[in-house]
């Protein structure tokens, strides 16, 4: 197993433009989460899912923003017509989480946005 | 409102001896703590997790302290070693959400040979 991979790992676009992220979890994860990193702060939650499901989004999370997991696989991240206040490191996820227990969650290296 | 607080932004320690990383949160709800390495351009790697069941959590070098009356927890590395030098930060889950972790902002270590 590789881990959490994320793709592309770095994105620079315009002001105005639509983006899409994609993240592959551990294989046997049942949950994946988004976070977003800004310079200087801790990662801060976006949304999970658990299989395909999104149980939970952040108020972060707006409008503008939308994600997937359609088979309970990978998940993709869109931001739509990006602001210069996305620009951050996005963040994918995973943990094999059973019932109301806490597990690990384990990181992908990242997708850094960055808006012009 | 952080929940969750990592007061000192760096620590320098020398290469051999003991680094210690404090965390503070709010939420007596929290249930479930983490510590998280990072280095430059990466994400973050998991170090070591501790319940609220429990005072204490070894994992070779990495010991975590949980102190849940002052609400408070901390990372002890022994001996630290120049490859430790990177951001740690610390996390927290519970408090009525089931999904996301709560980070702090991060202590940036740095360990001298």
């Known amino acids: 197993d590789t881990g959490v991979s994320q793709d592309p790992r770095h994105k620079i676009t315009k002001r105005g433009q639509n983006v899409t992220f994609r993240c592959d979890p551990i294989?046997?994860?049942?949950?994946l989460y988004w976070y977003r990193q800004t310079l200087g702060q801790g990662p801060e939650f976006l949304t999970y899912?658990?299989?395909?499901?999104?149980?939970?989004k952040s108020r972060l999370l707006s409008d503008r923003f939308s994600a997937e997991r359609p088979k309970g696989s990978f998940s993709t991240l869109e931001i739509q017509r990006t602001e210069q206040g996305d620009s951050a490191m996005y963040l994918c996820?995973?943990?094999?989480?059973?019932?109301?227990?806490?597990?690990?969650?384990?990181f992908g290296p990242g997708t850094r946005l960055t808006v012009t | 409102d952080q929940q969750v607080k990592q007061n000192s932004p760096s620590l320098s320690v020398q290469e051999g001896r003991i680094s210690i990383l404090n965390c503070d949160y709010t939420?007596?709800?929290?249930?479930?703590f983490l510590w998280y390495k990072k280095y430059p351009a990466e994400g973050p790697t998991f170090l070591i997790s501790?319940?609220?069941?429990?005072d204490k959590n070894e994992d070779g070098r990495f010991t975590v302290f949980l102190n849940k009356s002052a609400k408070h927890l901390s990372l002890h590395i022994v001996p630290s070693q120049p490859g430790d030098s990177a951001v740690y930060f610390c996390a927290a889950s519970g408090g009525g959400s089931q999904g996301n972790l709560i980070f702090g902002k991060g202590t940036k270590l740095s360990v001298k040979p």
């Open positions: 294989s046997e994860h049942n949950r």
């Open positions: 899912f658990q299989n395909e499901a999104q149980l939970e």
């Open positions: 501790i319940s609220s069941i429990k």
């Open positions: 996820a995973s943990s094999l989480t059973i019932g109301f227990s806490n597990y690990e969650q384990y």
């Open positions: 939420n007596s709800m929290f249930d479930y």
